[in-house]
């Protein structure tokens, strides 16, 4: 529909069992869009974050903030563009971290409405793939052997996939 525009606020809170007790995860996100003339779509937000640990001392604060475009080129064939970034203001006491930020494209073949191609690439500065959660989460990617964080002495990462996806 043209001229549609959306708009969310999104609360979300965890308390992670930690050590001797349970530390706070909150996030507060607000984001909107709009569809100019029903094939090209912008969007964009921003996320607030604050981790703490047991003892109520601040593990991450940071916001986040997004922004991205879609265009429908033909009936059958979408592409995305994005780009992310993340503004670390504390990290365990430390506020010189260098800030991830990262770009993505997505392009997208409707094989059926239920079916569909997709590619999609990313390139991640000061972080890797999992930009988000980029300066707390490297540890539990390594020991799941599941490692999005750049190999030794490196500050980025290029990813690209590819495949079907059949929605049921």
Same mark, same amino acid.
Do not use: C
């Given at each position: 529909?043209?001229?549609?525009?959306?708009?969310?606020i /999104?609360?979300?809170?965890?308390?992670? !069992?930690i050590?001797?007790?349970?530390?706070?995860? +909150? +996030?507060?996100?607000?984001?909107?869009?709009?569809?100019?003339d029903?094939?090209a779509?912008?969007?964009?937000?921003?996320?607030?974050?604050?981790n703490k640990?047991?003892?109520s001392?601040?593990?991450?604060? /940071? /916001?986040?903030y997004?922004?991205?475009?879609?265009?429908? @080129?033909?009936?059958a064939?979408?592409?995305?563009v994005?780009y /992310?970034?993340?503004?670390?203001?504390?990290l365990?006491?430390?506020?010189?971290?260098?800030?991830?930020?990262?770009l =993505?494209f997505?392009?997208?073949?409707? =094989?059926?409405? +239920?079916?569909d @191609?997709y590619? !999609?690439?990313?390139y991640a +500065?000061?972080? &890797? @793939?999992?930009l988000?959660?980029?300066?707390?989460?490297?540890?539990?990617?390594? @020991? =799941?052997?599941?490692s999005?964080?750049?190999? &030794? *002495?490196?500050? !980025?990462?290029?990813?690209?996939a *590819? *495949?079907?996806?059949h929605?049921?």
């Amino acid at each position: 529909m043209p001229g549609a525009f959306g708009f969310t606020i /999104d609360y979300d809170q965890y308390n992670p !069992s930690i050590a001797q007790g349970s530390g706070t995860n +909150r +996030r507060v996100a607000v984001a909107a869009s709009y569809t100019f003339d029903g094939k090209a779509k912008v969007m964009g937000g921003y996320r607030w974050g604050q981790n703490k640990d047991q003892n109520s001392l601040t593990v991450l604060r /940071d /916001d986040y903030y997004w922004l991205g475009a879609n265009y429908q @080129l033909t009936p059958a064939v979408e592409l995305t563009v994005e780009y /992310d970034y993340q503004n670390v203001r504390n990290l365990n006491g430390n506020a010189a971290i260098a800030n991830p930020w990262q770009l =993505l494209f997505m392009a997208k073949y409707s =094989l059926s409405k +239920r079916t569909d @191609l997709y590619l !999609s690439t990313a390139y991640a +500065r000061n972080a &890797g @793939l999992m930009l988000e959660s980029a300066t707390s989460g490297y540890g539990a990617s390594l @020991l =799941l052997n599941n490692s999005y964080a750049p190999g &030794g *002495g490196q500050i !980025s990462m290029i990813g690209v996939a *590819g *495949g079907v996806r059949h929605i049921f």
